[in-house]
């Protein structure tokens, strides 16, 4: 996400104080988050039986390629959202500056704690079915963490906030669908176990983004604006990760169709952005760009989807020509 303008010491002053102003917000969504969220265990979901040691000093086999038997897409996702799980902790030291006290602090280490869990699954799962290059594997881990985390320039506790509500609800398409292109019902079911979690990860962060537009409407609606519009996965640090996120839209994991239609659009309508009344003429010019911009991606979003037809009917005809 490019630097956030905040000339205006004032403004950014205002939304900082706005977390403060959510606290009682922040707790009624942890109490009902606590009360849906459903406990769950990583290692009910691994297929322990497919496991075998790797060193030949515990009597295994070192990994070889032929035993990567997932679609190469499906690999290349996991790993990508593995190594993004694996930074956590430098996500957990951006939004815990903003505040431990009070409910926010509660939060943040609860939603820590959940997100963890994540990773480890996935990693279990992608070393017990021998899916990857377990080195290969640590060695992306070390370069990606080694490199942390830096929330933008000018990243408010509000910012934050609105950008958790889209980056989880694009995680949340993300897993699913690489679960359901890996043909492999264990890595099904793990993943769409683990979209339940981002699931109501958005809703918590959505939910915030909501009241603040009712106590502050045009500073919520610049929020949206700057986020929607500077929006990268915070995956994005990893090693080849435009090539890996290519493959990844290509194969209609998560493309730009689906970024608009159903992470942006969607949190958008929820928020009644285009709708709302009682904005003043700051807000109206952020809705003003915000509008634009969604305009333009949705034509860049059909733009891709028609080069991707000419792709896919490329390769058949590559493969039929080798039959």
């Known amino acids: 996400m490019p630097p956030i303008d905040r000339s205006d010491r004032s403004t950014a002053r205002a939304e900082h104080s706005l977390l403060a102003?959510?606290?009682?917000?922040?707790?009624?969504?942890?109490?009902?988050?606590?009360?849906?969220?459903?406990?769950?265990?990583?290692?009910?979901?691994?297929?322990?039986?497919?496991?075998?040691?790797f060193d030949g000093r515990l009597g295994g086999e070192p990994w070889a390629p032929s035993e990567a038997t997932l679609p190469d897409v499906a690999r290349t996702s996991l790993v990508v959202n593995l190594l993004t799980e694996d930074n956590l902790p430098g996500y957990h030291f951006a939004v815990a500056e903003f505040g431990k006290d009070g409910a926010w602090g509660t939060w943040v280490d609860r939603w820590t704690a959940e997100e963890a869990r994540h990773g480890t699954a996935l990693r279990d799962y992608l070393l017990v079915t021998r899916a990857v290059d377990p080195k290969a594997l640590e060695r992306a881990r070390m370069v990606h963490m080694s490199a942390g985390y830096d929330r933008p320039d000018g990243f408010s506790a509000l910012h934050a906030?609105?950008?958790?509500?889209?980056?989880?609800?694009?995680?949340?398409?993300?897993?699913?669908?690489?679960?359901?292109?890996?043909?492999?019902?264990?890595?099904?079911?793990?993943?769409?176990?683990?979209?339940?979690?981002?699931?109501?990860?958005?809703?918590?962060?959505?939910?915030?983004?909501?009241?603040?537009f009712e106590l502050a409407p045009d500073t919520a609606l610049r929020?949206?604006?700057?986020?929607?519009?500077g929006f990268e996965m915070p995956g994005s640090t990893i090693k080849d990760f435009r090539r890996k996120s290519a493959e990844i839209a290509i194969a209609g994991i998560y493309d730009l169709r689906l970024h608009h239609d159903s992470v942006l659009m969607p949190i958008l309508r929820t928020l009644r952005v285009f709708e709302r009344g009682g904005i003043g003429p700051d807000g109206e010019a952020a809705?003003?760009?915000?509008?634009?911009?969604?305009?333009q991606l949705d034509k860049k979003a059909t733009s891709f989807t028609d080069r991707r037809e000419g792709i896919r009917a490329a390769r058949a005809q590559r493969q039929a020509a080798t039959v």
């Open 21 to 53: 102003e959510l606290q009682p917000v922040v707790e009624s969504n942890l109490h009902r988050h606590l009360g849906v969220a459903r406990e769950w265990f990583p290692h009910e979901y691994i297929p322990w039986s497919r496991g075998r040691n």
């Open 161 to 212: 906030i609105a950008y958790a509500a889209f980056q989880e609800l694009a995680t949340r398409i993300s897993h699913r669908n690489t679960g359901q292109v890996s043909a492999d019902p264990d890595c099904d079911a793990l993943l769409a176990r683990i979209a339940a979690d981002e699931n109501l990860h958005m809703v918590f962060y959505r939910n915030l983004v909501d009241a603040a």
């Open 223 to 229: 929020v949206v604006r700057d986020v929607v519009m």
């Open 287 to 295: 809705r003003e760009g915000l509008a634009a911009f969604m305009g």
